[in-house]
């Protein structure tokens, strides 16, 4: 992780890394298991024709019992990458003066000088 990383040897980016960029892959991933599960479960519960649709998930996963395990699964997830998640916007805007959150409300992110004129020179 980034964060573990000595000062100095930071990976200095105005966008996300590689390991945010794969755990917001793996989030999106989660967000369809947790959508498919849910509408599995509420399928035997259901007179609806939606969820109906998914009356077929609990016989892939096997029943309802390991469905509510993915379910469940797929919550705490969200829980733990919402956590995660707030901290190191918060780590990278004030601790390392990144502007992560500053960005989002102003639209503006400021980086040193030092800091870009060294990005210039590596992708030359």
């Not at 599995?40 to 029943?63: C, H, N």
């Not at 919550?75 to 390392?96: G, K, Q, R, S, T």
Request: hydrophobic share 50%; glycine share 10%; no cysteine.
């Amino acid at each position: 992780m980034d964060i573990l990383q000595l000062k100095g040897r930071e990976h200095m980016a105005v966008g996300h890394n590689a390991l945010a960029g794969f755990i917001y892959f793996l989030t999106f991933i989660a967000f369809m298991v947790q959508v498919i599960t849910g509408f599995g479960l509420y399928a035997a519960t259901s007179e609806w024709w939606f969820p109906q649709l998914f009356a077929w998930v609990p016989g892939v996963f096997g029943g309802d019992a390991p469905l509510r395990h993915f379910h469940h699964a797929a919550m705490w997830f969200f829980i733990l990458f919402a956590v995660v998640h707030v901290y190191l916007v918060f780590y990278h805007d004030y601790v390392e003066g990144r502007g992560e959150i500053s960005s989002m409300g102003g639209g503006w992110k400021f980086i040193e000088e030092k800091a870009v004129e060294e990005l210039k020179t590596h992708h030359k």
